[in-house]
């Protein structure tokens, strides 16, 4: 996307009001314009009084003003429209107070490990994503580069690093199934997110790419249980970790089935299946689909074995009043306990150094300021005083609640019918969103998303931006209501479509019972 052919078409091409045509761009957001102001006045008068004292087009002598609104609408409505229309419209000012953001973002800690990133675009913020600006790429095009992009500095040293698992460095554990996959990249040390032209994620809309998939995705959903998977509220999202098997290379031979995690055949050149390694949750969605923002995005991140990538099937996520999703709300009750796990934990924690004259760093918690969380008020027991109250589990009735939440049991399942709705998507290759941005990541994103409710979309915001650590830390790094990365360049990437016209689904074609 390049800014091209922009000339002057208004015939005041001298003046300083120019009407210019531009390329829209789903990196450049601003406030939509205003229809062109009509050459003729409206006939119908409004039915309503305006708010505002009403001036007399044409006064005699000294105008007057009205000490109220008119008390009827006019007769007549005004036949001589304005010479000049007014250069912004007056804004109807609110009568509603002014509100306070439900979820303020949180500073940056006061000494900030060297992973530590956030999403906060501000010029004055070292440890954000940057700001689109369009810079010269050779001497008729130009790209689309972040300034001030903080997440090129950032480098996940910290022993936890989730992407350790697949390097072969000195933080890296020999025993693990996917142990030096993707050493080749030197993960630990580069960072990619400043790699134009790579990066995810963007705005997926076609662009003339040809669909050479030949079947659907096939997935199958594995036998892993709820009580095999770790459910992690990390600063930026929400991770399910699946269990691996024992060996990658050969999932069908003997003594690598079990544990079996999900998984699914991807089409055309993956040959073979690919494991389900994680699933994320972001607040909003980070891919535009076909230029529409989502309340949320749930990416299911695959391995492949023998590409050494990893094919990403992302689903939009659009909350709605009637949308509950029972598998999803099965999926949050196990993040919800993690929260309330952890802030038992900051409160015990607290109550030892209280008992143990421990001074309390001045970032630390406390967790009776959670109280006013309606959705998690139960968690608190005011008969039982400040110093107590955050050592009290939920009231029963809440407790049999996420209970009955918690006994969705069984099998895992992230290809569910709630989730996956659809057997067709777009695909293009780019990058995982967090830093280092490694380069490996193949999407596909479906292209009818799934439904939540409101009230579990609100619930999960409280869940990822809320959150406190063991430590009496908030976690978050979120800004303006999300943990979405802002939308990459394009920059020549083929994306594709697959649609009903490049194949039917297994069970039209007969291949599958379901």
Wanted: charged share 20%; net charge negative; glycine share 6%.
């Amino acid at each position: 996307r390049t800014w091209t052919n922009i000339n002057t078409i208004h015939p005041l091409a001298g003046s300083k009001n120019r009407i210019l045509p531009v390329e829209q761009d789903s990196l450049f957001t601003g406030a939509v314009p205003t229809n062109a102001p009509s050459k003729f006045p409206t006939i119908t008068p409004s039915q309503a009084p305006s708010k505002a004292p009403s001036i007399t087009a044409y006064p005699t002598g000294s105008p007057t003003i009205s000490p109220g609104p008119s008390q009827s609408p006019s007769s007549h409505p005004s036949w001589s429209p304005s010479q000049t229309p007014s250069e912004k419209p007056t804004p109807v000012p609110s009568t509603a107070e002014p509100t306070a953001d439900p979820f303020p973002p949180n500073p940056p800690p006061s000494d900030p490990p060297l992973s530590y990133f956030n999403y906060d675009q501000n010029p004055t913020n070292p440890y954000g994503p940057g700001w689109p600006l369009l810079v010269p790429h050779n001497a008729t095009t130009q790209k689309i580069e972040f300034q001030n992009n903080g997440w090129k500095n950032r480098f996940k040293v910290a022993d936890d690093w989730y992407w350790h698992e697949f390097d072969d460095g000195p933080l890296s554990d020999p025993s693990n199934t996917y142990y030096g996959y993707l050493a080749f990249r030197n993960i630990a040390q580069w960072n990619f997110c400043t790699t134009v032209g790579q990066q995810s994620p963007i705005d997926v809309t076609p662009n003339g790419a040809t669909c050479e998939e030949y079947h659907q995705i096939r997935p199958d959903r594995g036998l892993v249980g709820y009580d095999d998977v770790e459910f992690k509220i990390e600063p930026h999202l929400l991770r399910m970790i699946f269990p691996r098997r024992p060996c990658a290379d050969d999932v069908e031979s003997e003594g690598c089935t079990h544990p079996e995690p999900p998984g699914a055949d991807l089409p055309h050149w993956w040959a073979g299946k690919a494991d389900v390694i994680h699933i994320d949750f972001k607040i909003k969605s980070e891919h535009l689909l076909f230029g529409k923002q989502y309340d949320m995005e749930m990416q299911i991140f695959h391995f492949h074995h023998f590409k050494k990538r990893s094919p990403i099937m992302s689903i939009m996520v659009e909350a709605t009043p009637s949308g509950h999703n029972d598998s999803y709300q099965s999926f949050l009750a196990r993040f919800q306990q993690t929260f309330y796990n952890d802030l038992k934990a900051c409160g015990r924690r607290r109550q030892l150094m209280v008992e143990n004259d421990e001074d309390l760093h001045e970032e630390m918690v406390d967790p009776d300021d959670y109280r006013h969380l309606e959705v998690f008020s139960s968690f608190f027991d005011d008969e039982k005083g400040p110093e107590q109250s955050y050592l009290v589990d939920a009231h029963q009735g809440e407790e049999e609640e996420m209970d009955r939440d918690l006994q969705g049991a069984g099998v895992v399942n992230p290809y569910h019918r709630d989730f996956v709705r659809t057997i067709y998507f777009l695909g293009y290759d780019g990058s995982i969103t967090e830093p280092p941005c490694g380069t490996w990541a193949s999407w596909r994103v479906l292209d009818t998303p799934m439904t939540i409710s409101y009230s579990q979309l609100f619930l999960t915001k409280n869940i990822v931006f809320n959150h406190v650590s063991p430590s009496c830390r908030k976690t978050s790094v979120h800004y303006n209501g999300s943990n979405a990365r802002p939308i990459q360049d394009v920059f020549n990437r083929p994306i594709h479509q697959c649609t009903n016209a490049h194949y039917l689904s297994d069970v039209m074609k007969g291949q599958r019972p379901w």
